[in-house]
């Protein structure tokens, strides 16, 4: 009886971790991508840092990224494949893992010099307010 248990909940826990992972469908993932995300914390080689605080990404319906994570704003154009988000011009061209992409949350992993990144990200609710202070 107590191994049924368990497995019930082992299988329970399995599909609610399967919920949190990314879409590979690349409609599907630009689709929920598209919107303002703003950094709520990013660590560098597992440790916090203040350095991006203020970043965020916006995607544009006409497949385009405004953001300012390369230190100025800058409009550049992006791809995804699965799991991979990819930036092939601007500042920084970079290749992002998407580990996380629900309706409110996007975590995006990758590596700089060698030094791993990842970022924590959020849905912005008011996004008329934020499109107005960059122009």
Known sequence: ?????YLLA?????LVACND???TDDKTVKD???GR???IEATRNGQVTETLSSAYMEFLEDGTLAT?????REVVNYETDGT?????DGRMPMDYGIETLSESALVLTMSMRDIPFRLSL???TNVEENTEELQ
Do not use: D, H, R
Request: proline share 3%.
């Open 84 to 88: 991979v988000l990819s930036i092939k």
């Open 32 to 34: 929920q991508l598209t």
């Open 21 to 23: 992972e990314a879409p």
């Open 68 to 72: 300012n994570l390369a230190g100025g």
């Open 122 to 124: 959020q849905k912005a």
């Open 37 to 39: 995300w703003e950094l």
């Open 10 to 14: 082992f299988g329970l826990m399995t």
């Open 1 to 5: 009886m107590k191994l049924a248990q």
